[in-house]
T-cell receptor, first 112, second 113 residues
Framework: DQQVKQNSPSLSVQEGRISILNCDYT??????FLWYKKYPAEGPTFLIS?????DKNEDGRFTVFLNKSAKHLSLHIVPSQPGDSAVYFC???????????FGTGTSLTVIP | EAQVTQNPRYLITVTGKKLTVTCSQN?????MSWYRQDPGLGLRQIYY???????DKGDVPEGYKVSRKEKRNFPLILESPSPNQTSLYFC????????????FGDGTRLSIL
C-alpha cells in the first residue's frame, strides 16, 4: 500500500518557467514532509521540508505547499533551470520519526 | 567531507550466494537506514537503526538482515539472494531519525542471476 504517491512519472518544462511537482499521501498521521532530488548515479539529496503546522515553506527558488485537508503537497520551482533536471521524491516519516515512506518519484526535465 | 560510503557500487552474482553490502558514515549519526529503489515503486525502506544494537524492520525487510555493532557501520546482508532482490540499494543516515533530513550514499546496483 503506497502511503505517499506521486502520480506524474515525468514532467517537462521550459527554462525560466515554473515547475510544479505534486505529491499525495493517505496517512493522516503524517506531520512532516521532505523533498529530495536525485541525479543519475548519485544518491538522493535533501531539498526542502515542511511541517504540518505550516502551509508553505520557501527556500530560494523552491517552495513547498501543504494542503492538509486534501492530503496533498506540491513543490514549486521558479524559475526552472536546466540543472534542476533530476528525479524528485517526496517523503514522510511516521509520527515516531523512525520509518520513512517515499513516493515513486517524478522525473523533471528542464528544456533550455 | 561528510559522507555515506557504500561498497560495492556494482555487483553481479548468482542466486543463493550470500553477499554483504557495506555502509559507513563519518558524521557520527545515530540513525541509519537501507532502501531499495525499483522502477515504478520509488524508494522503499528495508531496515533502519536508531542506534548501536537497535534495528527495526521497514516496509520490505523480507530476505534481508542487518546489524549495527558500531555507530558508523550498517551492513546489509542477503543470506540467500534471489532474482527479485535485483535492485538499486541506498544507505542513508541522519542525526537522530525523527524529521532530520537523511544523507544518502551513491547507491549499490545489485544483479542477482
Amino acid at each position: 500500500d503506497q502511503q505517499v504517491k506521486q502520480n506524474s512519472p515525468s514532467l517537462s518544462v521550459q527554462e525560466g518557467r515554473i515547475s510544479i511537482l505534486n505529491c499525495d499521501y493517505t496517512n493522516s498521521m503524517f506531520d512532516y514532509f521532505l523533498w529530495y532530488k536525485k541525479y543519475p548515479a548519485e544518491g538522493p539529496t535533501f531539498l526542502i521540508s515542511i511541517s504540518s503546522i505550516k502551509d508553505k515553506n520557501e527556500d530560494g527558488r523552491f517552495t513547498v505547499f501543504l494542503n492538509k485537508s486534501a492530503k496533498h503537497l506540491s513543490l514549486h520551482i521558479v524559475p526552472s533551470q536546466p540543472g534542476d533536471s533530476a528525479v524528485y521524491f517526496c517523503a514522510a516519516p511516521t509520527n515516531t520519526g523512525n520509518q520513512f515512506y517515499f513516493g515513486t518519484g517524478t522525473s523533471l526535465t528542464v528544456i533550455p | 567531507e561528510a559522507q555515506v560510503t557504500q561498497n560495492p557500487r556494482y555487483l553481479i552474482t548468482v542466486t543463493g550466494k550470500k553477499l554483504t553490502v557495506t555502509c559507513s558514515q563519518n558524521m557520527n549519526h545515530e540513525y541509519m537506514s537501507w532502501y531499495r529503489q525499483d522502477p515504478g515503486l520509488g524508494l522503499r525502506q528495508i531496515y533502519y537503526s536508531m542506534n548501536v544494537e537497535v534495528t527495526d524492520k521497514g516496509d520490505v525487510p523480507e530476505g534481508y538482515k542487518v546489524s549495527r555493532k558500531e555507530k558508523r557501520n550498517f551492513p546489509l546482508i542477503l543470506e540467500s539472494p534471489s532474482p527479485n532482490q535485483t535492485s538499486l540499494y541506498f544507505c542513508a543516515s541522519s542525526f537522530d531519525g525523527s524529521n532530520q533530513p537523511q544523507h544518502f550514499g551513491d547507491g549499490t546496483r545489485l544483479s542477482i542471476l
